[in-house]
């Protein structure tokens, strides 16, 4: 199994609400991302779990909070986001290091009204 | 942060032609990857080239990396319709940072 979920796939939000995007993966995978993605832009990094642990953030605002409450799950929670926050937010994993090759979930479409 | 700029950032072909994609990067890398976009969904890995590579080939794709000049080129052979979609390359550092992408139309 090389499949990663995401759920949502659409998510529309207001700028007081409070949600949380999903992932999975079920091969192994000691490394998960989570990337934004804007139209006709290339994907930016904003979070690495290495074993659980977070490993890398990429001066994400607050606003942002990621989980990762096993080897296989990493949740991304949202709140108070503004209407630049929408984007397609993709998850990835890989076999344990951002040198490995990543396979990407097929993203959450994001709209903050 | 982007890695670094590709080359073009449109392209247009007719079935059946070559197209050639290349792409810079700025920091040293481990390895250099090239992912494949089809619009608003998620990223699919074509290819790994390590940095003491030169050429690697799979199937109708040929990736060449250049450390000295920091660039890398990908070509797809015999285009196909379904070949249409966003490519990036992806320098992989201390993390995978993605170039800016072209965006391939094979027009049947």
């Known amino acids: 199994d090389t499949e990663v979920t995401q759920t949502p796939k659409h998510l529309v939000m207001g700028m007081t609400n409070k949600k949380s995007l999903k992932c999975e993966q079920h091969?192994?995978?000691?490394?998960m991302y989570w990337y934004k993605q804007k139209a006709k832009k290339p994907p930016e990094l904003m979070f690495v779990y290495s074993y659980e642990k977070l490993s890398i953030n990429e001066s994400v605002p607050s606003r942002f909070s990621p989980e990762c409450p096993n080897s296989s799950l990493l949740n991304l929670h949202l709140h108070a986001l503004q209407p630049e926050d929408s984007a397609l937010y993709l998850c990835?994993?890989?076999?344990?290091?951002?040198?490995?090759?990543?396979?990407f979930g097929p993203g959450t479409r994001l709209t903050v009204l | 942060s982007q890695q670094g700029e590709e080359d073009p950032q449109a392209l247009s072909i007719q079935e059946g032609e070559n197209a050639t994609m290349n792409c810079s990067y700025k920091?040293?890398?481990?390895?250099l990857q090239w992912y494949r976009q089809n619009s608003g969904r998620g990223l699919v890995h074509l290819i790994l080239i390590r940095s003491n590579e030169r050429e690697k080939h799979s199937g109708r794709l040929r990736v060449t990396l250049d450390t000295s000049k920091k660039s890398s080129s990908l070509l797809i052979t015999a285009s196909r319709a379904a070949d249409t979609a966003s490519y990036f390359c992806?320098?992989?550092?201390?993390?995978?940072?993605f170039g800016g992408g072209t965006r391939l139309m094979v027009k049947p």
């Open positions: 990835a994993s890989s076999q344990d290091t951002p040198l490995n090759t990543q396979y």
């Open positions: 091969m192994g995978h000691r490394a």
């Open positions: 920091t040293s890398i481990n390895n």
């Open positions: 992806a320098g992989a550092g201390n993390m995978l940072t």
